[in-house]
């Protein structure tokens, strides 16, 4: 399939692995861009840019093919050393960066200079706007139902997507829901160049997560996650859990004098254990509404497939099947 995110990306298919803290390493950055489409490794889950330039490399032995890095800008006070993790990148010869958060504009000279692409994850028009205005190349348009931050707008990808096709002039993908063929035919039909998945590939036999990480997602019906730290206007859907529920009671209780540190303990540095140890309930984690369409655990390579096979079998057969009657 060609559409202006294959092109711009030189990939087979329009299909990207959107950045995952402690999911998006090389094993699944590599296994994604292997099977055609845009595999990303998360800077930050590297604790430091020399992390990330060995995570490059790792990278660059397990896939001849692109594949990009996640770059977050968080809303912190005490900023990751961001000028050494885009060193690292630049110098690790990746052509691809996700950049997701607060604005990435400071950093746009320093990355197109090297001939990178950036793709911008943005959760409003009015976001996706201000990338196409600062020269990001492409967006990446994630509404209500993703998996991670969704932003305060409350707006789910049935209405996002065609608002941000009337608006913007540069490429974009849908992220948040996407699962299957149907999804990636719908989000061309609203108007996207492709489609961003997240919770998706985490259910896949070569990311690099717990079995029981795994397990809850398949599990998980669309109806299990929550939104946490609304309060904060730092919105996140979370799978939900035993973490969730202490969270959201100390949000009930606290309402409006909840500050960051009440919750420190469901939300710092919980990643680790969840993903690589598997501990499930040690905090929250964020999950798509989309696990209600995930059943299984297949390779990277047999969902890409499959989603590319199904989303041609619906275009050639059933969507111009219904033109001829
Ligand atoms: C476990 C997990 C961790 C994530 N971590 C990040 C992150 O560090 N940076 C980022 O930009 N997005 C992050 N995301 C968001 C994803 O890149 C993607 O935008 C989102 O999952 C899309 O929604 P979906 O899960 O419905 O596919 C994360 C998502 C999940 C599920």
């Not at 994604?32 to 992390?51: D, F, H, Y």
């Not at 990808?157 to 490429?171: T, Y």
């Amino acid at each position: 399939m060609k559409t202006r995110i294959t092109e711009l990306f030189g990939i087979q298919h329009p299909i990207i692995q959107g950045g995952m803290h402690y999911v998006g390493f090389a094993e699944l950055a590599a296994a994604v861009s292997n099977a055609g489409g845009l595999g990303l490794i998360t800077a930050l889950t590297q604790r430091n840019p020399e992390a990330l330039a060995n995570e490059i490399r790792r990278c660059r032995a397990m896939t001849d093919k692109p594949f990009g890095v996640n770059l977050t800008f968080l809303p912190t006070v005490s900023s990751p050393d961001y000028p050494g993790y885009i060193r690292a990148i630049i110098d690790g010869g990746v052509k691809a960066v996700e950049t997701a958060g607060n604005n990435p504009q400071k950093w746009m000279p320093m990355l197109h200079e090297a001939g990178i692409k950036v793709i911008h994850k943005c959760t409003s028009v009015r976001h996706a706007l201000k990338a196409e205005a600062i020269g990001c190349d492409a967006v990446s348009v994630d509404g209500f139902e993703c998996g991670g931050h969704p932003g305060e707008d409350d707006v789910p990808n049935f209405i996002l997507l065609p608002r941000a096709a009337e608006e913007l002039r540069i490429p974009f993908v849908a992220s948040g829901g996407m699962a299957d063929g149907r999804s990636l035919v719908a989000a061309l039909a609203l108007g996207a160049d492709g489609m961003n998945m997240g919770t998706r590939f985490i259910a896949t036999q070569e990311a690099p997560v717990h079995a029981r990480v795994k397990e809850a997602i398949v599990a998980a019906s669309e109806l299990d996650t929550r939104l946490v730290m609304r309060g904060l206007r730092n919105t996140e859907r979370v799978l939900h859990n035993a973490a969730t529920d202490r969270l959201l009671e100390k949000e009930r209780t606290l309402g409006s004098a909840l500050k960051f540190d009440d919750i420190i303990e469901e939300v710092a540095g919980v990643y680790p254990r969840i993903m690589q140890q598997g501990d499930m309930d040690a905090g929250v984690w964020s999950c798509g509404m989309v696990a209600g369409l995930i059943h299984d655990v297949p390779s990277v390579k047999e969902l890409i497939d499959r989603i590319m096979a199904q989303a041609h079998d619906i275009i050639a057969k059933r969507l111009s099947g219904m033109l001829q009657a």
